[in-house]
Every structure is written in C-alpha cells, then in structure tokens.
C-alpha cells in the first residue's frame, strides 16, 4: 500500500513540469486566440478609420481635373492646376491608356503655411507642401508622386523602383552616354562601341549565368569594382588578407571576393538611370496600350516584355536607345574666341600692376 | 609763455596714415563676406521640396501594435509546441530541423539536414549534452494564413529550462530568398556556404548551450539583462563569415550618419568606441550587477534592428572571441562559475575586463575621437591668419618705431 503510494507521488512528482507546460501551451494558445480576433476587429476599425481619413481629406476641398489627374486639394497660392496641366503631358505620354486609371487614384494635396511655427493638423492621408512652391517645384512634385499602381515584383527589382515620366529627357539620356564611357565594364564599352549584345548584357536583360564574368572579364575590371566600391565593405575580418591581396593584383582574390557577394549587390555597368531609359524608349515606340502590355505577364523575361510593350524585337529597341544615347553625348564645353583675349588682357592687367607699383610705403 | 610751452610737449610722433587702415580693414570684411556669406538673388538650383509623409491613423498604429504582440505570442507557442515534438534523428549529428509552412521536398530536406551537420562539425561540436533545433518558418502565400504577416526579421529563441534541461529551440524565419532557397530554387549566383552561415547565424544562444551547457546563475542573470547580445554567434565566424560585423552598420566616419549612430549608442559603449577602459568595463559588464528574474520559460527574441540594442560593439561575437581567445576550460570555467560575472571573466581573460575588452575592440575599428576638435584646415587657416596678423603689426610697429 505505501509502496503504491510512493510511486503514484514519484510519478505525480515527475508529471508535474510537464502539465506546468501543457498549462502554459494553453494559456498561450488561449491568448494568442484572443489576440487573433483582437487584431482581426483593430484592422477592420483601422480599414475604416482610413477610409473615414479618406473622406475626412476630401470634405472642403477642391478637386481638380486635368487629363485623368485628379487632385485634391484645399485653397491656396500653390500653383497646382498649373502644375497639373504641366505635368498630364508627360504622364499621358508614359503610361499610355494606364493613365487613365489616375482617375481612381487622386492625389491628396494639403498645402501649408511655409512658416515652420505655424501649428499643423496631424497629416493621415496624402502629402503636405508649403503653399509657397513654385510652378516648377510643384510640377516636380506631381511627377515624382505619380499615384500609379506599383508594378510587379519582377519589373520592380529589374527597374529598383517604380517608374516615373521624366523630369529632365535630355540629361537622362544624356547620362547614359556618359555611362557608356566611364564605366569600367567591357560590356558598356561594348554597347558604347555598337555590340548590341553587349548592351543586352549590361543591362542585365539577356542570359544572367556568370554574370560576373559577363560584366567585368578583364582583371582590372575587377579590381576596380572592388577597390572603388567594396574597398571598406571587405577590409574587415576575414576578408581583410583577399582585400589586400586584390589591391596588389591577385585577380583570384578579387574574384573570389565578388563572388562572395549576393548578384543584386555586384554594381551594374549601367545604371537604374539606364534601365529607366530604356522602359521609357519602350513605352514611347509601343504607343497608347505599351505599359499595358509591359505589366501584362508578370512571369515572363524582362527583355520580352519590353519588345511586348515596344512592338519591336529587343535588339532593335535596345539599338534605338543606344543611338538616342549617343545623340545625346553632352556638349563640350567651347571657349568662345573673345574669352582667350578676355583672359590675356587680365593676365597682361595684373602683371602691369605688379611690376609698376611704388613700395609699399606708410 | 608760447615757447615754454612747446618745450614742455613731447614729441609727436609720425602717425601711419590712417585711411590705408581703414581701407586694408574694409577690404578685409569684404573678402570674408564675399567668402561666407551666400549670394542673394540667385535662383535655386533644383525643386525644392519640402514635403511631410503621412502618418498612421491611431487605430491603424492599435492594430499594428497588436499584430506584434500576437506575433511574438505565436512564436513563443511555436517553440513550445514543437519542443515538445521535435524528433531527434540519432544517425545525424547537427541541430534538428523542424519546417514550418509548405512542405519540401525529401531531397531539399536532406540537403538542407547535411549541411545542418556539416555547420555543426565546424563549430566543434558532435554529440552535445543540450540538443538544439532549428524551427524554419518558410514564406506563406499571402493570405494563406489567418492573422498577421509573420515578421521576417525576428528570431527568437527558447533556452533549456526546468520542462526540459536538454533542449533549445531557435526560431528563424525564413525570407523570401531564403524560403526560394530551401524549396531547392536557389539564384543563380547562390554560394554553397551561405546556407550554412544563416544556420549559423540563427542558431544564437543555442550553439552556447550546446557547447557549453547551462550558464551559471550570475551568468545567466547577466546575460537576460542583456538579451544576449554579446553571445550571439559561436565561432570565430560573424552573421555572414568574417565579413559582417554590426561596427560595419555604422559606415564611414566622414558621414554625418556615422556619428548620428555613434550617439544613438548608449554612453559607455561609445566611450568603449574610444578606447576608454571603464568605457569597455562598463559595456561588457552591463546587467552583470542587477539581479535579473529569469523568466520561466526563456524566451529570447532579436527584433529587427537588434544592433543598435548593443551595449558593445560588435558584441554579438564578444563571448565567441573571448572562447577562442581563452580557450575552452578556461571558458567552461567562466561559463559555469558561481563567481560574479565581473570576477569570473577577469580570472578567465587573466587580466582586468575592460583593458581585454579595449584590445579587443582594437580589432574591428580605430578608436574614435571625442569631444570638440578644430578640423586640421581650419587649424591650419586660423594659424595662417595669426602669422599674418603678428607679421603686419611687427612691420607696423617697426615702421613706426622712433629712432
């Protein structure tokens, strides 16, 4: 009898941890229950409390229409139905027939006293902008703030953004000319040169196996990119010794060291800059439905949908935009003749003063 | 009466003519304001912008509140739950791993189990008196699931108590590239031994106790007060090899976010940051005097952001270093010492606690300078500016002299 006694408490004993878990299992089960419905009824009263910000935003203002722009707004010197009626052209001309979804996606304006000190109602919904902006500042604004859809993760990785109109064509693709002749990558010295698959390559639209090689084939390549932008990233620890080892020349070292790295991070020959402009020669070649047909099929390689949207084949977009890249090589700076005389005259003023003052006498 | 008086003036000096004066000093504040002040007019140069971001409704910010706290209550029963399932599989000798989410393949199981094994092995560990396993969230569709998107971030992780003395649980999310990963969909330029770098990382404390055992109570105390942070990762090896360190976050000292990270650090850490040794004492022995309640059972959660919770820097490896640096008994002694912490550590490292923790600190940045300092161009124009000064009234004041 005390020998069954002494075992249903040894056992009781050795029981109890484990029901102290299953009790505290339960009671998290029990509270993470609770805090599931808990958060379930706060998102349904946040979906509307944004919804009634939303509305709350709307009631006393006034709504402009320009195009398929609406814009939301109270009354103020901003210049915004200027700045609208700037900014539809460039908008319309980039997403085509998308743009009229702007219709449903309005932008919500609240425009404030400049002064710092004035006292501002908590923002919830839209932008706030110092009424004293200019046209221009404000038509930078609604540009760069396009309330367009984002699109697909693919395109949105490929392009590391949302894509934009342009705020200044010219120097965009003027920039990439000056990619095409600063980047230490064959492949853009490939494309600047007219391989047209070299420009495939070096905007990563074509075959992305060894992209490193692809990319940067020479040693000295490699080395610059590690030097020029990894220099600080790899002098640390262990990588420290290749760092060194890379700098003095060892090519192994320096690829190693790049291929330690995760592809998104190895810096492209050409810029976003680049890619943007080449999207926007895209959407330009391919008429009203191109950023339709661009988002179209999600699954499917960049550079097919990029001829999908253009209507052409990727090479012959990828060479237009090369030749617009080129045509659009910047300006040298020319002196004018008058200037060479302008400064010799100067030269002539100073050294005349020097060698005919008087010592400098008190 | 004229004459005697002439007698009595003294002499009058030569005076300097005063406009050149006047006009060397004019035409000084003119040059300084031409230099300094900036020019009127002139149009900007670009937009300006000078936009506010919404912010969150208050029952947006409720909601999202409770979604966190849900998310830690999840994960606290998740670890629960499967210790006490987890199946531990005696022909491997690496952590178990436990899948969360959609179901792999038998061949993407084994992979990801041998080199489980293999990152075990180069820990220097085998059979371990306390086990530890990996429980993987996988990526879900969106919406697949009831309740909130789980945090990618957060990694949490159940140290061996009084239920079970013999097994630590770690949670680790896995990402979207992780979770492409893991179901065998690896990028292209993937490396065989960033897999085993992430198990690493995310084994935490778990690795200490496998290769350790239990702390000491004063240990233990020392470390909750600290949520660990300065035994993070075991080996000689940081979150992603020898590359990454959380001193690396900070960036460049020629950068303002440098130093805005520098003194977002609390005061003895930055003072550790410049070599200071009650700095570094201070740092490392955080925590160690408060008498923490360890709570029962143990759950240590790193959120996103985590370094910037250090109290040392790169301190997720400190405990790691010194293990390396002392070697194992001298470690297990400190690890398992009823000693105070401070007492403990100095008689393992062998010399006072902040004088290894300054060497140590040596390693992975300069020591930073603090307090005002004159930039050496400024220095430079300032002593310029005086030489030139002295040298101008010395050619005055000798012009001037009477002979």
């Not at chain 2, 040059?31 to 009127?40: E, G, H, T, V």
């Not at chain 2, 240590?300 to 997720?316: A, I």
């Not at chain 2, 600190?361 to 300092?373: D, M, N, T, V």
Request: hydrophobic share 45%; charged share 20%.
């Amino acid at each position: 009898m005390f020998r069954r006694f002494g075992l249903l408490l040894i056992l009781g004993v050795l029981a109890c941890p484990l029901l102290g878990q299953d009790t505290l299992i339960n009671r998290l089960r029990i509270r993470s229950d609770s805090l599931l419905r808990t958060w379930q009824q706060a998102v349904a009263i946040a979906n509307l409390a944004d919804s009634l910000e939303r509305e709350r935003a709307t009631i006393g203002r006034d709504t402009i229409a320009v195009g398929a722009l609406r814009i939301i707004t109270n009354a103020s010197p901003l210049p915004v139905r200027q700045a609208a009626a700037l900014a539809w052209p460039a908008i319309d001309s980039l997403y085509g027939s998308a743009a009229a979804d702007l219709a449903e996606r309005p932008y919500f304006i609240r425009a404030v006293d400049p002064d710092s000190n004035a006292r501002r109602a908590v923002l919830h919904v839209g932008l706030e902008v110092p009424w004293d902006l200019d046209l221009r500042s404000t038509t930078t604004l609604l540009l760069t703030t396009v309330p367009i859809a984002p699109p697909d993760r693919a395109l949105a990785t490929w392009l590391t953004g949302v894509l934009r109109p342009s705020i200044h064509p010219r120097e965009d693709v003027g920039g990439v000319y000056l990619e095409f002749v600063t980047a230490p990558s064959q492949a853009a010295r490939g494309c600047f040169m007219g391989d047209i698959a070299s420009c495939i390559d070096a905007l990563g639209l074509g075959d992305t196996n060894h992209q490193l090689e692809r990319w940067y084939p020479s040693a000295p390549e490699r080395r610059a990119v590690v030097t020029g932008s990894f220099a600080d990233f790899f002098d640390h620890g262990g990588s420290a010794p290749a760092l060194r080892e890379c700098v003095a020349g060892r090519d192994a070292s320096c690829t190693a060291l790049l291929r330690s790295l995760p592809a998104d991070v190895l810096p492209k020959p050409l810029s976003d800059a680049a890619r943007v402009s080449l999207v926007r020669d895209a959407l330009r070649l391919g008429g009203q439905d191109a950023y339709r047909r661009l988002l179209r099929d999600p699954e499917a390689a960049i550079a097919d949908r990029l001829a999908e949207a253009a209507g052409v084949s990727v090479d012959s977009l990828v060479a237009g935009w090369r030749n617009a890249a080129l045509a659009a090589r910047p300006a040298p700076v020319e002196l004018p003749w008058w200037a060479i005389g302008v400064a010799l005259g100067w030269v002539t003023v100073f050294a005349g003063c020097g060698l005919s003052s008087s010592r400098w006498r008190l | 009466m004229g004459n005697r008086v002439r007698r009595v003036r003294t002499l009058e000096l030569a005076m300097a003519p005063l406009r050149v004066w006047i006009a060397v000093a004019v035409g000084g504040c003119a040059l300084i304001a031409l230099a300094y002040l900036p020019p009127r007019g002139a149009a900007p140069r670009g937009p300006r912008f000078a936009t506010y971001s919404p912010e969150p409704t208050a029952a947006r910010r409720r909601a999202q509140a409770v979604a966190k706290e849900w998310r830690e209550t999840d994960a606290s029963l998740r670890l629960l739950e499967d210790r006490q399932h987890v199946k531990w599989d005696s022909s491997r000798v690496g952590p178990a791993i436990i899948f969360r989410g959609p179901t792999l393949p038998p061949t993407a199981v084994r992979t990801v189990e041998a080199v489980a094994d293999s990152m075990w092995r180069a820990l220097g560990l085998g059979e371990t008196k306390v086990r530890a396993a990996l429980v993987i969230a996988l990526e879900r569709a969106p919406g697949s699931a009831p309740g909130p998107i789980p945090d990618q971030n957060g990694v949490a992780f159940l140290t061996p108590d009084s239920t079970d003395r013999t097994t630590c649980m770690a949670f680790l999310p896995a990402n979207h590239f992780w979770t492409a990963v893991l179901l065998g969909h690896p990028p292209r330029h993937f490396e065989p031994d960033w897999l085993a770098r992430w198990f690493q990382s995310g084994l935490g404390p778990c690795a200490y106790y496998a290769a350790y055992g239990t702390p000491s109570r004063s240990v233990r105390s020392w470390l909750a007060a600290r949520n660990w942070d300065v035994a993070l990762y075991l080996g000689t090896h940081g979150i992603a090899g020898e590359r990454f360190l959380s001193v690396n976050l900070l960036g460049d000292p020629r950068y303002s976010w440098y130093w805005d990270g520098i003194y977002s650090l609390s005061p003895s850490t930055v003072a550790c940051l410049a070599g200071r040794l009650d700095g570094c004492r201070s740092a490392v022995l955080y925590g160690a005097d408060d008498d923490a309640r360890i709570a029962v059972p143990e759950i240590v959660r790193l959120e996103q952001g985590w370094w910037r919770k250090q109290h040392l820097l790169p301190g997720e490896r400190f405990l790691g270093d010194v293990a390396r640096d002392v070697g194992r008994d001298r470690f297990q002694s400190f690890w398992t010492s009823s000693l105070p912490v401070d007492t403990a550590l100095a008689a393992a490292l062998r010399q006072p606690v902040g004088e290894w923790t300054k060497q140590w600190e040596r390693r992975f940045i300069q020591p930073i300078r603090l307090g005002a300092a004159a930039p050496l161009g400024a220095t430079l124009l300032a002593l310029l500016l005086a030489a030139v000064a002295v040298s101008a009234v010395a050619l005055a004041a000798s012009r001037r002299q009477v002979r």
